[in-house]
């Protein structure tokens, strides 16, 4: 009776500190929002050249732009991406993540600069490239800081934030790209960055940043602004500490880092989920929606079927936001991943019947149905969700280079997808390119990761991708009271020593064994926990004031994603810019080849941005390294306004790139670094939003401005940035890398509200870096553990199938999937539909990936897509086959807007997300930019050889060849992809693999050990993780059958 009383009591008191703060994270929500506004940037530059393509073959610019330096054009800004990410990796612990947000706005209006003053194609490949290189260290950047701000529950609605400002960007440059002419267009996109530098600097650093700056006091500011005055500051602070502690114990070289488990885990996660966004067809979809609109034999306007798409994808994208933290990141990839197969497969198998001629005319619809389903899904799971992953999957140590990594090679995957998409459409037939993409999603998920509980903590995670950890042990053991999105500890000498102990309370009373139990996973039967009255009122009391406030997480992460957001207005910049450019609006010839390579430009820098970022990142800080890539921003915009050739728009392009993939390294790992576990998914889902914002942004402005006027707006949002990024700390985690502990409160305390709790998580962060100093490795070493491997395969992963679904292509050539569907609508509208739709759906991302999980959005979002491109494929084949298709005109249109809405959803940004939590904290810089590289690297090439791709194939193999991929990615989100929902990073590094229990002799034959051995790991090898569970089999078989039967009949 007397414990009866005592909980109800502790349960009152519970229901009235809730009921009064209110879980108060709207600072956090606000933060991401603005950080995030870096995607909106992004998704500007990925979506401008959707509207900007029809203007510049129109001779907007006062020189000629051929089709294939169209194709160049949109190539340019992944390519500049790609550099981005490395640069960004290496500088984002040592300038900061605010400070790099701020810096690359600099890029970013240099590149929108040279696209509006451009005078040949080089000027604005140049700008292309410029502002694919801010987009690109976004990408990296603005992810980690929504991941390193938000709390558990709302991380991974943060962390779809990203995806969605890409989305709305990409809306914004399909709806302004309407209404503007190209240099219009990009100076309203240019304008972006400067208010995005004027926001930023109304929030925080992060506070992992400030301690790993070794300033606890800020740390600790930062903290409370992001957790409100309720929020346990000094304990989330302390367990920063901790973690970053232990990190800088247990650190090795970044190579030696890059080899543990988490690390390459993590990587693989990253590069994995990265893979299949890019190479499900989604940059088919969105790039080239308006043609497949066209194709379609809609009676739709182009502008108007794009704009639908985007505003599809935004919604979706929102949507994304609202489930993630319900439904988990695993299930919504995994939904999200079937549905691009199918929808990929549907639109090969139509064109593959237009193309043999057989009548179509009663199935019309399938491609637009198909595209619709695609974007719908595809921003639900696969486009937001990698991104968030990305900014939880990696170790402390290596999770900016790992970021940078999953970027570069998302922002690779988009070049490839971009570039050569119409190359393989026209080549090989586009029923088959769509067929393969359904192919890809439906095979993305191998059996190797489990699906884990959503609001997991980071610890959480890294166990779990080697192992799983045990909660409960039959008989007696000494276990911490239940916590929520807390992890369980116990002691391990004491689970050896006192196995078979009875239950005694403190008072020395046996307890019963029915009081306090709970179900064991391991056996079926109730297991009871140890816990004396004290613990029990001490966890109770505990967790009536772990209810934070996370405004100043939320507005932090807003701010420092509007890297996102330049990046957005990067790599939409192409669309609404390559047509002013082939139209003539420069003084200087432009062709179709100059085009594309001004487009496939902007990622080689982003490629190049990525390993810079990881040589900086922990050296300059996050923040420093974000306001600093702003002057490449503005250089390359710069180049791009006042082109006097193709060159210099290419460079101005390169420039852009390289601040794009700079950001995509360390905008990830500044929002994993500074967000509660809850809400690390939403934050980390921030940086595409932006993108999604910024792509939006471009395309709105591209159809009301000239190409100068749109540069010059997107020029202006780095301006904007950079102003913003003062008024937000560095990462705490990057204070106590470098020693401030004092710092590192200060950020922290900005973050956490109330700041009782702040030194807690900032021992907690000192424990973790203590830890990984005392571990380090030489880097390669680090590199060859499992969690290090897990992380850069994941990481790699979800960069590929980002990429390779298509979703660049049908971002950078949107305008002309429109026009081929015959629509009505103008080719700037449709591309500001697409964009709306995007920012709308990642937004969507960002409400729900803290909720429902990064993996379920990932699953929806990449089966959508594979269906979309699927259907897509299969318009334009019916069409090739001179089937009639007036009745199926709207299948283009529909598949479209599903697959932005989907991709911006699920796979837009969560890879990025991913990319700031999977990597072990010494590779994490290194890892992070291998990623974004990879990220940035299959941007270029999508980007460059698109259209080199749809003519050797045509366009339905085209994307039938992106729902292979989409099949492929499904495969990897069920398999592979685990679910780092509400985890800790140290959590999501034993997720991965570290801290495997080990043997307690070195006798593996020592059966007795080996059963012991067994038992204790037992729960974390069962799962869906193929790797640990085969170590576990091997391991098991060694005992022999008496052993066996003894340890069966123990259970």
């Given at each position: 009776m007397a414990l009866e009383k005592i909980a109800m009591t502790q349960r009152a008191m519970v229901e009235e500190q809730q009921e009064r703060i209110g879980n108060q994270k709207w600072t956090q929500y606000l933060a991401a929002f603005i950080a995030t506004i870096g995607g909106f940037i992004a998704g500007t530059a990925l979506g401008w050249t959707a509207p900007a393509g029809p203007m510049m073959e129109n001779n907007q610019y006062p020189f000629i732009i051929s089709s294939e330096s169209l194709a160049w054009i949109g190539a340019c800004m992944p390519l500049g991406a790609m550099l981005g990410c490395p640069v960004t990796a290496g500088l984002v612990d040592k300038l900061g993540r605010k400070n790099m947000m701020l810096m690359l706005c600099i890029p970013t209006l240099i590149g929108w600069a040279m696209i509006i003053w451009a005078e040949s194609v080089a000027w604005i490949c140049a700008g292309r490239l410029l502002t694919g290189f801010a987009s690109g260290s976004l990408s990296v950047i603005v992810p980690l800081y929504t991941s390193e701000i938000a709390e558990n529950e709302i991380r991974g609605t943060l962390g779809t934030y990203f995806q969605l400002q890409v989305t709305a960007g990409i809306l914004f440059t399909y709806i302004v790209g309407s209404y503007f002419n190209i240099f219009s267009l990009t100076l309203i996109c240019a304008i972006i960055p400067i208010v995005y530098v004027a926001l930023m600097i109304l929030i925080p650093e992060s506070p992992n940043f400030h301690l790993m700056k070794g300033n606890v006091e800020k740390a600790r500011l930062s903290l409370r602004y992001f957790r409100g005055p309720y929020g346990t500051v000094d304990q989330e602070l302390s367990i920063m500490q901790d973690s970053l502690a232990k990190t800088e114990r247990e650190r090795v070289p970044i190579m030696e880092a890059f080899q543990t488990t988490p690390a390459k885990r993590g990587l693989f996660i990253g590069l994995g989920v990265m893979l299949l966004q890019q190479f499900s067809g989604c940059n088919a979809v969105i790039f080239y929606a308006t043609y497949i609109f066209k194709e379609s034999g809609s009676a739709m306007e182009p502008n108007m079927s794009t704009i639908i798409v985007g505003v599809m994808s935004v919604i979706a994208t929102y949507i994304s936001t609202l489930i993630v933290d319900r439904l988990g990141r695993k299930i919504l990839l995994l939904g999200s991943i079937i549905v691009m197969g199918i929808c990929t497969l549907l639109i090969g198998g139509f064109f593959f019947l237009k193309a043999n001629e057989y009548n179509v005319s009663s199935i019309g619809f399938i491609p637009l149905v198909s595209m619709c389903a695609f974007i719908v899904l595809f921003s639900l799971g696969f486009g937001p969700i990698p991104w968030m992953l990305i900014g939880e999957i990696f170790p402390a140590q290596i999770k900016g280079t790992a970021c940078s990594i999953a970027c570069m090679a998302n922002w690779f995957f988009a070049f490839i997808v971009t570039k050569f998409f119409s190359s393989l459409a026209s080549r090989w037939m586009k029923f088959k390119k769509c067929s393969a993409g359904a192919t890809i999603s439906h095979h993305q998920h191998m059996p190797m990761f489990p699906s884990t509980p959503k609001e997991n903590t980071k610890l959480d995670l890294t166990k779990g991708l080697e192992t799983r950890s045990i909660s409960t042990f039959p008989n007696s053991l000494v276990v911490m009271p239940h916590i929520n999105s807390r992890v369980c500890e116990y002691d391990d000498n004491y689970v050896a020593t006192n196995f078979r102990r009875p239950i005694i309370d403190e008072d020395g009373v046996e307890v019963p064994k029915n009081l306090y139990g709970e179900k064991s996973p391991l056996v079926n039967k109730t297991v009871p926990k140890t816990i004396t009255t004290a613990q029990r009122i001490a966890a109770e009391s505990m967790e009536s004031q772990v209810q934070t406030q996370k405004g100043n997480q939320y507005l932090a992460a807003l701010i420092v994603t509007i890297g996102g957001f330049i990046m957005g207005t990067t790599l939409g910049w192409t669309a609404p810019a390559g047509p002013m450019m082939e139209n003539g609006q420069y003084k200087f010839q432009i062709t179709v080849e100059n085009v594309s390579w001004i487009a496939s430009v902007m990622p080689l820098g982003a490629m190049l941005g990525c390993p810079v970022m990881?040589?900086?990142?922990?050296?300059?800080?996050?923040?420093?390294?974000?306001?600093?890539?702003?002057?490449?921003?503005?250089?390359?915009?710069?180049?791009?306004?006042?082109?006097?050739?193709?060159?210099?728009?290419?460079?101005?392009?390169?420039?852009?790139?390289?601040?794009?993939?700079?950001?995509?390294?360390?905008?990830?790992?500044?929002?994993?670094?500074?967000?509660?576990?809850?809400?690390?998914?939403?934050?980390?889902?921030?940086?595409?939003?932006?993108?999604?914002?910024?792509?939006?942004?471009?395309y709105v402005m591209g159809s009301y401005l000239d190409v100068f006027g749109l540069s010059v707006a997107c020029a202006i949002i780095p301006v904007i940035y950079l102003y913003l990024m003062f008024l937000i700390p560095e990462s705490p985690i990057f204070y106590l890398m470098k020693g401030n502990v004092e710092k590192a409160r200060l950020s922290l305390k900005y973050f956490r509200k109330p700041v009782d709790c702040v030194d807690q998580e900032l021992n907690t962060m000192q424990s973790a870096l203590a830890?990984?100093?005392?571990?380090?490795?030489?880097?390669?070493?680090?590199?060859q553990t499992t969690p290090a491997k897990r992380g850069l395969f994941l990481g790699l992963g979800v960069m590929i199938f980002q990429q390779f679904s298509g979703c660049n292509a049908v971002i950078f050539y949107a305008t002309t999937i429109f026009n081929a569907t015959g629509s009505s609508i103008s080719s700037n509208t449709s591309t500001i539909i697409i964009g709306i739709m995007a920012v709308v759906s990642t937004y969507v991302s960002t409400l729900v990936v803290d909720k429902l999980g990064r993996k379920i959005l990932l699953l929806y979002s990449v089966i959508a897509m594979g269906i979309c491109t699927f259907l897509i494929g299969g318009f334009f084949y019916a069409k090739e086959s001179n089937f009639n298709i007036s009745s199926i005109g709207f299948i283009p249109l529909m598949s479209l807007c599903i697959f932005i809405i989907l991709f911006s959803i699920g796979f837009g940004p969560i890879p990025w997300m991913l990319m700031g939590e999977i990597f072990p904290a010494q590779i994490k810089g290194i890892a992070s930019s291998i990623v974004c590289m990879s990220n940035w690297l299959f941007v270029f090439l999508v980007t460059k050889f698109f259209t080199l791709l749809v003519s050797a194939i045509y366009l339905y193999n085209t994307f039938w060849l992106f729902t292979l991929f989409s099949v492929l990615g499904t495969f990897f989100v069920v398999f592979i992809v685990p679910e780092t929902k509400g985890k800790t990073m140290e959590e999501i590094q034993e997720l991965l693999g570290a801290d495997l229990i080990p043997l307690l002799t070195e006798n593996h034959n020592d059966c007795a050990n080996l059963n012991l051995y067994v038992y204790l790991n037992f729960k974390r090898v069962q799962s869906s993780d193929l790797l640990g569970f085969l170590n576990f089999s091997i391991r098991f078989q060694l005992c022999s059958s008496v052993e066996l039967e003894y340890l069966k009949s123990n259970k």
């Amino acid at each position: 009776m007397a414990l009866e009383k005592i909980a109800m009591t502790q349960r009152a008191m519970v229901e009235e500190q809730q009921e009064r703060i209110g879980n108060q994270k709207w600072t956090q929500y606000l933060a991401a929002f603005i950080a995030t506004i870096g995607g909106f940037i992004a998704g500007t530059a990925l979506g401008w050249t959707a509207p900007a393509g029809p203007m510049m073959e129109n001779n907007q610019y006062p020189f000629i732009i051929s089709s294939e330096s169209l194709a160049w054009i949109g190539a340019c800004m992944p390519l500049g991406a790609m550099l981005g990410c490395p640069v960004t990796a290496g500088l984002v612990d040592k300038l900061g993540r605010k400070n790099m947000m701020l810096m690359l706005c600099i890029p970013t209006l240099i590149g929108w600069a040279m696209i509006i003053w451009a005078e040949s194609v080089a000027w604005i490949c140049a700008g292309r490239l410029l502002t694919g290189f801010a987009s690109g260290s976004l990408s990296v950047i603005v992810p980690l800081y929504t991941s390193e701000i938000a709390e558990n529950e709302i991380r991974g609605t943060l962390g779809t934030y990203f995806q969605l400002q890409v989305t709305a960007g990409i809306l914004f440059t399909y709806i302004v790209g309407s209404y503007f002419n190209i240099f219009s267009l990009t100076l309203i996109c240019a304008i972006i960055p400067i208010v995005y530098v004027a926001l930023m600097i109304l929030i925080p650093e992060s506070p992992n940043f400030h301690l790993m700056k070794g300033n606890v006091e800020k740390a600790r500011l930062s903290l409370r602004y992001f957790r409100g005055p309720y929020g346990t500051v000094d304990q989330e602070l302390s367990i920063m500490q901790d973690s970053l502690a232990k990190t800088e114990r247990e650190r090795v070289p970044i190579m030696e880092a890059f080899q543990t488990t988490p690390a390459k885990r993590g990587l693989f996660i990253g590069l994995g989920v990265m893979l299949l966004q890019q190479f499900s067809g989604c940059n088919a979809v969105i790039f080239y929606a308006t043609y497949i609109f066209k194709e379609s034999g809609s009676a739709m306007e182009p502008n108007m079927s794009t704009i639908i798409v985007g505003v599809m994808s935004v919604i979706a994208t929102y949507i994304s936001t609202l489930i993630v933290d319900r439904l988990g990141r695993k299930i919504l990839l995994l939904g999200s991943i079937i549905v691009m197969g199918i929808c990929t497969l549907l639109i090969g198998g139509f064109f593959f019947l237009k193309a043999n001629e057989y009548n179509v005319s009663s199935i019309g619809f399938i491609p637009l149905v198909s595209m619709c389903a695609f974007i719908v899904l595809f921003s639900l799971g696969f486009g937001p969700i990698p991104w968030m992953l990305i900014g939880e999957i990696f170790p402390a140590q290596i999770k900016g280079t790992a970021c940078s990594i999953a970027c570069m090679a998302n922002w690779f995957f988009a070049f490839i997808v971009t570039k050569f998409f119409s190359s393989l459409a026209s080549r090989w037939m586009k029923f088959k390119k769509c067929s393969a993409g359904a192919t890809i999603s439906h095979h993305q998920h191998m059996p190797m990761f489990p699906s884990t509980p959503k609001e997991n903590t980071k610890l959480d995670l890294t166990k779990g991708l080697e192992t799983r950890s045990i909660s409960t042990f039959p008989n007696s053991l000494v276990v911490m009271p239940h916590i929520n999105s807390r992890v369980c500890e116990y002691d391990d000498n004491y689970v050896a020593t006192n196995f078979r102990r009875p239950i005694i309370d403190e008072d020395g009373v046996e307890v019963p064994k029915n009081l306090y139990g709970e179900k064991s996973p391991l056996v079926n039967k109730t297991v009871p926990k140890t816990i004396t009255t004290a613990q029990r009122i001490a966890a109770e009391s505990m967790e009536s004031q772990v209810q934070t406030q996370k405004g100043n997480q939320y507005l932090a992460a807003l701010i420092v994603t509007i890297g996102g957001f330049i990046m957005g207005t990067t790599l939409g910049w192409t669309a609404p810019a390559g047509p002013m450019m082939e139209n003539g609006q420069y003084k200087f010839q432009i062709t179709v080849e100059n085009v594309s390579w001004i487009a496939s430009v902007m990622p080689l820098g982003a490629m190049l941005g990525c390993p810079v970022m990881a040589g900086l990142v922990n050296k300059l800080g996050r923040k420093h390294l974000m306001i600093m890539l702003t002057i490449p921003t503005l250089a390359g915009w710069a180049m791009i306004i006042w082109a006097k050739s193709v060159v210099w728009i290419c460079a101005g392009r390169f420039l852009t790139g390289f601040s794009s993939g700079s950001y995509s390294v360390i905008i990830p790992l500044y929002t994993s670094e500074i967000a509660e576990k809850e809400i690390r998914g939403t934050l980390g889902t921030y940086f595409q939003l932006q993108v999604n914002a910024g792509i939006l942004f471009t395309y709105v402005m591209g159809s009301y401005l000239d190409v100068f006027g749109l540069s010059v707006a997107c020029a202006i949002i780095p301006v904007i940035y950079l102003y913003l990024m003062f008024l937000i700390p560095e990462s705490p985690i990057f204070y106590l890398m470098k020693g401030n502990v004092e710092k590192a409160r200060l950020s922290l305390k900005y973050f956490r509200k109330p700041v009782d709790c702040v030194d807690q998580e900032l021992n907690t962060m000192q424990s973790a870096l203590a830890k990984t100093e005392r571990e380090r490795v030489p880097i390669m070493e680090a590199f060859q553990t499992t969690p290090a491997k897990r992380g850069l395969f994941l990481g790699l992963g979800v960069m590929i199938f980002q990429q390779f679904s298509g979703c660049n292509a049908v971002i950078f050539y949107a305008t002309t999937i429109f026009n081929a569907t015959g629509s009505s609508i103008s080719s700037n509208t449709s591309t500001i539909i697409i964009g709306i739709m995007a920012v709308v759906s990642t937004y969507v991302s960002t409400l729900v990936v803290d909720k429902l999980g990064r993996k379920i959005l990932l699953l929806y979002s990449v089966i959508a897509m594979g269906i979309c491109t699927f259907l897509i494929g299969g318009f334009f084949y019916a069409k090739e086959s001179n089937f009639n298709i007036s009745s199926i005109g709207f299948i283009p249109l529909m598949s479209l807007c599903i697959f932005i809405i989907l991709f911006s959803i699920g796979f837009g940004p969560i890879p990025w997300m991913l990319m700031g939590e999977i990597f072990p904290a010494q590779i994490k810089g290194i890892a992070s930019s291998i990623v974004c590289m990879s990220n940035w690297l299959f941007v270029f090439l999508v980007t460059k050889f698109f259209t080199l791709l749809v003519s050797a194939i045509y366009l339905y193999n085209t994307f039938w060849l992106f729902t292979l991929f989409s099949v492929l990615g499904t495969f990897f989100v069920v398999f592979i992809v685990p679910e780092t929902k509400g985890k800790t990073m140290e959590e999501i590094q034993e997720l991965l693999g570290a801290d495997l229990i080990p043997l307690l002799t070195e006798n593996h034959n020592d059966c007795a050990n080996l059963n012991l051995y067994v038992y204790l790991n037992f729960k974390r090898v069962q799962s869906s993780d193929l790797l640990g569970f085969l170590n576990f089999s091997i391991r098991f078989q060694l005992c022999s059958s008496v052993e066996l039967e003894y340890l069966k009949s123990n259970k």
